[in-house]
């Protein structure tokens, strides 16, 4: 087990340069698959789902080239359709490459995919899109086993229950080269779609709308090698404007895109954070007396979910009530438990949660649940007084890149161990 060990309370001045997003690096990477060509990846980021993707490349006979930021997929010799248990649950973006394997070899065969514990996280709206699109799904092993299969796959008219952004690429990949026009309705809208089209683009698919609520892609028959940059991850950025909310002094972020965080900033700037916004960066300060404020999460271009547990740390040191609902998964209130044992005041039931600031909060030794719940820890950790302990923080690696470095380098007193 790694654990992340923080001596809190220190200022954080000097520059974090965001990395390459998650989200979208998960979809680019099977995404790439579908190439008869070369396709280079540029700005990725150094996370261990990106590692655990290029395992499947790998036994999917993928050829790989890595160089730190790059990576360059060679699919000219894929030979297998199935992907084990093992690798399937690893992560949940796994499930990109029941798109992808369907389109290249009109069938697939893995498992339910994997990913932080945040709800039941089901995957119906992918799996009704790949029968619109004319295949049959298959489930054997207790309905863990998927095998999906289509003669040919024919464009059709998709409308999705809910606005899922896992659903929306799956069907976009899947869509690329089916024969005729797919329409995807209520699609999701989030920052990395957009960057998952523009590669299959350049790629010489014919897809456009992403990024709005209804996407079309006309079927082509075939696709080029090409090239795509990964955009700044939004919720690294999110994350570390928070700790800069905090404890910043001149602290900048940069290499962001600040409208893919307006609404975060919107409402740090109701609480009167300290901040200043330059073209691609964001330079904090601590600010003294924040105002508490209320947040709910929603799909792109609302409040992020992703950002909601971090933010739950920010508003215990605000002067007041806040009010706080999670409204897409269930269970993602994994962080709370551990923040009132260092000293918050947080009253959660389900998904909603009512925060009374401010409070002074110590060090204990706490668990990382899944990803952004430690994401909140390590927040929390910088402004407690003392030491805190954060174990399984396997979970943080996930999604942040370089944390630890990026962290010290800007005066945290924070180390990463292996027990
Ligand atoms: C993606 C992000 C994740 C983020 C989430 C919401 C990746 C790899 N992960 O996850 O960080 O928290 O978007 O912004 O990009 N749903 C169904 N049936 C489905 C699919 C989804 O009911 O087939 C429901 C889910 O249970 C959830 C909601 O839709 O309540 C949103 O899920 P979705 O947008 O699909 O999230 P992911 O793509 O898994």
């Given at each position: 087990?790694?654990?992340?060990?923080?001596?809190?309370?220190?200022?954080?001045?000097?520059?974090?340069?965001?990395?390459?997003?998650?989200?979208?690096?998960?979809?680019?990477?099977?995404?790439?698959?579908?190439?008869?060509?070369?396709?280079?990846?540029?700005?990725?980021?150094?996370?261990?789902?990106?590692?655990?993707?290029?395992?499947?490349?790998?036994?999917?006979?993928?050829?790989?080239?890595?160089?730190?930021?790059?990576?360059?997929?060679?699919?000219?010799?894929?030979?297998?359709?199935?992907?084990?248990?093992?690798?399937?649950?690893?992560?949940?973006?796994?499930?990109?490459?029941?798109?992808a394997l369907l389109t290249k070899f009109k069938k697939v065969e893995m498992y339910f995919p994997g990913g932080c514990n945040i709800g039941s996280r089901p995957i119906d709206l992918h799996l009704k899109g790949f029968e619109a699109l004319g295949a049959t799904v298959k489930k054997e092993e207790e309905d863990s086993k998927y095998i999906i299969e289509a003669n040919e796959l024919k464009g059709a008219n998709i409308f999705l229950d809910f606005a899922s952004v896992g659903a929306t690429i799956n069907l976009m990949i899947a869509a690329t080269m089916a024969k005729g026009k797919t329409k995807i309705m209520n699609a999701a809208r989030e920052a990395e779609i957009s960057n998952i089209a523009d590669l299959l683009n350049n790629m010489g698919a014919k897809i456009s709308g992403?990024?709005?609520?209804?996407?079309?892609?006309?079927?082509?028959?075939?696709?080029?090698?090409?090239?795509?940059?990964?955009?700044?991850?939004?919720?690294?950025?999110?994350?570390?404007?928070?700790?800069?909310?905090?404890?910043?002094?001149?602290?900048?972020?940069?290499?962001?895109?600040?409208?893919?965080?307006?609404?975060?900033?919107?409402?740090?700037?109701?609480?009167?954070?300290?901040?200043?916004?330059?073209?691609?960066?964001?330079?904090l300060n601590k600010s003294k007396n924040l105002n508490p404020t209320n947040v709910r999460t929603v799909v792109y271009p609302g409040f992020p979910t992703d950002l909601g547990q971090p933010m739950a740390v920010?508003?215990?040191?605000?002067?007041?009530?806040?009010?706080?609902?999670?409204?897409?998964?269930?269970?993602?209130m994994g962080h709370v438990k551990y923040l009132n044992k260092m000293?918050?005041?947080?009253?959660?039931?389900?998904?909603?949660?009512?925060?009374?600031?401010?409070?002074?909060?110590?060090?204990?030794?706490?668990?990382?649940?899944?990803?952004?719940?430690?994401?909140?820890?390590?927040t929390a950790g910088l402004i407690a007084e003392g030491t805190t302990i954060i174990n399984d923080a396997e979970h943080i690696l996930r999604g942040y890149e370089r944390i630890i470095n990026k962290l010290s380098s800007v005066g945290a007193n924070i180390r990463i161990t292996e027990i």
């Amino acid at each position: 087990m790694k654990q992340i060990i923080i001596e809190g309370n220190k200022s954080l001045s000097g520059k974090i340069k965001i990395g390459g997003a998650k989200n979208s690096v998960v979809a680019l990477i099977p995404a790439a698959i579908l190439a008869s060509g070369n396709v280079k990846i540029t700005n990725v980021p150094n996370i261990s789902d990106k590692d655990a993707l290029i395992e499947i490349l790998k036994l999917l006979n993928v050829k790989v080239k890595k160089q730190t930021g790059i990576i360059e997929i060679d699919s000219s010799e894929i030979k297998n359709n199935v992907i084990p248990e093992n690798l399937s649950n690893k992560l949940r973006a796994s499930y990109y490459f029941m798109g992808a394997l369907l389109t290249k070899f009109k069938k697939v065969e893995m498992y339910f995919p994997g990913g932080c514990n945040i709800g039941s996280r089901p995957i119906d709206l992918h799996l009704k899109g790949f029968e619109a699109l004319g295949a049959t799904v298959k489930k054997e092993e207790e309905d863990s086993k998927y095998i999906i299969e289509a003669n040919e796959l024919k464009g059709a008219n998709i409308f999705l229950d809910f606005a899922s952004v896992g659903a929306t690429i799956n069907l976009m990949i899947a869509a690329t080269m089916a024969k005729g026009k797919t329409k995807i309705m209520n699609a999701a809208r989030e920052a990395e779609i957009s960057n998952i089209a523009d590669l299959l683009n350049n790629m010489g698919a014919k897809i456009s709308g992403a990024g709005t609520e209804e996407i079309t892609i006309i079927g082509v028959k075939r696709l080029h090698g090409g090239e795509i940059k990964v955009i700044p991850d939004r919720i690294e950025a999110g994350t570390y404007i928070i700790m800069g909310a905090l404890l910043g002094k001149n602290l900048v972020i940069e290499g962001m895109i600040p409208e893919h965080n307006i609404v975060l900033l919107n409402k740090l700037q109701e609480m009167g954070v300290d901040f200043k916004l330059q073209n691609h960066k964001i330079i904090l300060n601590k600010s003294k007396n924040l105002n508490p404020t209320n947040v709910r999460t929603v799909v792109y271009p609302g409040f992020p979910t992703d950002l909601g547990q971090p933010m739950a740390v920010l508003l215990t040191q605000a002067h007041g009530i806040s009010l706080f609902e999670e409204t897409i998964w269930e269970n993602r209130m994994g962080h709370v438990k551990y923040l009132n044992k260092m000293g918050a005041k947080i009253e959660a039931e389900r998904q909603h949660a009512k925060i009374t600031g401010p409070t002074k909060l110590h060090g204990e030794q706490i668990t990382a649940t899944d990803l952004r719940a430690g994401a909140a820890l390590v927040t929390a950790g910088l402004i407690a007084e003392g030491t805190t302990i954060i174990n399984d923080a396997e979970h943080i690696l996930r999604g942040y890149e370089r944390i630890i470095n990026k962290l010290s380098s800007v005066g945290a007193n924070i180390r990463i161990t292996e027990i």
